[in-house]
């Protein structure tokens, strides 16, 4: 079954009674070297189990299969399985799981699903919920080889983005903390149905694992500081860390940014990891001292 050819994915559909739903993001590749491209991206041999998220109808999947050990799926709509069940049926070697990443416990799929071997991300992230699954998979610090993602392409922007520009963010900070980030390729938005209102583009993110070249005393810490830094984008630094640390106050920001030399007018997009590291290990220090007076 060709599910590159968009009839032939209209009629599947229609085979089963359901429609694109908008909410969830399909938004389904149906371009061949695009899907080989992403595959071959993920891991440079066979010997990799897989972690996709949202295979949809499984175009993406079935060269995951081809090509690597083994692929866990993860899809949030019921209502695409029987269809899964259809189309990779061909395969002995995938696990479709009926789940919303955001509420799984990825560790635990991970120790119990990828006994062994090298494990990476594959995936073409739904667009409404592009960041928080970033995010949560940053956050895990699970030992990932390397996540590929098809994102927006501003998105892909902002993954591999310098500090200084206006690119420059949250995601950008966590994404280079946890590994180095490159575009793999631009996608134009006709090479999906439904053809979503955006370009796209395959970024990956190659994870350092345990050679991080920065690593912050508290990294809960160390990502709470930067959450704060750019959850007031249009303000400094300093009014920024005060709104997301209000128990430090604005007169102990303002010393902490001092003691780093920083101007008192910066924003947070000039820093980088090992700046905001080095600013993360400050702010401990502090609650630390005001924890003992
Ligand atoms: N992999 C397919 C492809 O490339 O053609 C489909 C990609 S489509 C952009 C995103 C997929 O993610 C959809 O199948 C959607 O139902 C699924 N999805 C959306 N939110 C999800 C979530 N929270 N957890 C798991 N899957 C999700």
Redesign the pocket.
């Known amino acids: 079954m060709n599910l590159c050819d968009t009839n032939v994915v209209r009629r599947l559909m229609a085979s089963y009674g359901i429609s694109f ?1 908008h909410e ?6 149906t371009d061949p070297s695009v899907i080989e491209e992403i595959a071959a991206a993920a891991y440079p041999t066979e010997d990799c189990t897989i972690l ?6 499984g ?3 079935r060269a995951l299969c081809e090509r690597y050990r083994k692929v866990i799926a ?4 019921r209502n ?1 399985i029987p269809i899964l069940d259809e189309t990779l049926a061909d395969f002995d070697n995938v696990t479709v799981i009926n ?4 509420k799984t416990d990825l560790a635990e799929l991970l120790a119990s699903a990828f006994a062994e071997g090298a494990v990476a991300v594959c ?4 667009y409404y ?1 592009t960041s928080p699954i970033l995010m949560k998979l940053l956050e895990s610090d699970l030992p990932f080889w390397g996540v590929t993602v098809m994102v927006q392409k501003e998105f892909a922007d902002r993954l591999c983005a310098a500090p200084g520009g206006k690119e420059y963010g949250a995601i950008t900070v966590s994404a280079a903390y946890r590994g180095s980030a490159e575009k793999i390729l631009n996608v134009p938005a006709d090479r999906f149905l439904p053809a979503p209102k955006v370009d796209s583009a395959v970024a990956r993110l190659r994870l350092y694992g345990d050679r991080k070249p920065v690593v912050p005393k508290d990294e809960d810490l160390f990502f709470r500081t930067v959450r704060a830094a750019f959850g007031q984008r249009r303000k400094t630094l300093a009014n920024a860390l005060t709104a997301g640390f209000p128990e430090l106050g604005k007169q102990t920001v303002t010393t902490l940014l001092e003691e780093l030399n920083l101007p008192a007018d910066i924003r947070g997009e000039r820093l980088s990891v090992e700046q905001f590291a080095n600013l993360s290990n400050l702010i401990l220090e502090k609650q630390t001292e005001s924890k003992k007076e």
């Open positions: 739903r969830f993001g399909q938004n389904f590749l996709e998220i949202g295979p949809g109808i175009t993406l999947t993860l899809e949030i709509d695409l789940a919303d990443v955001m995936a073409n992230l739904p919920i």
